[in-house]
């Protein structure tokens, strides 16, 4: 069972009946870089931004950080938000995290919108590399 951790949560714009937009940041981001995308699309959408766990305005979490463990946490904090149906928009580990919400199959999920995503298997980094 996924612990839900409590995340920094940006919710505005437009609640009207359509989709809400949520925006999923890139590693070592926040939501915060979504700003200037959400400042020219909240006037006709409801714009959902958070920061995933450890980054941003988030606490960090002792659990296991995967792309599984934010998918979970995006999907209970849509709900929390009753955020009835949804659009994805990920950039690279926003992007991996997308990809994992997508492969559940939500029926709430209308649309995924990825930016130079992160792939969707694991990624090692082997000891060399880090040395170099």
């Not at 890139?26 to 699309?41: K, N, T």
């Not at 006709?44 to 463990?69: H, K, N, Q, T, V």
Request: hydrophobic share 45%.
């Amino acid at each position: 069972m996924q612990n839900t951790a409590t995340l920094h949560t940006v919710d505005s714009g437009s609640h009207y009946d359509g989709a809400a937009l949520v925006f999923l940041h890139y590693s070592a981001g926040s939501a915060r870089a979504w700003a200037g995308v959400i400042a020219r699309l909240k006037l006709s959408s409801r714009c959902i931004a958070l920061d995933a766990r450890g980054f941003g305005g988030s606490a960090p979490s002792y659990d296991e950080f995967s792309a599984s463990g934010m998918a979970h946490d995006v999907i209970a904090t849509r709900c929390a938000l009753n955020a009835s149906s949804y659009a994805l928009m990920g950039h690279s580990m926003g992007g991996k995290t997308a990809l994992a919400i997508a492969a559940r199959r939500p029926v709430a999920l209308r649309s995924l919108v990825l930016i130079a995503p992160s792939p969707p298997n694991p990624e090692p980094i082997a000891e060399k590399s880090v040395r170099d």
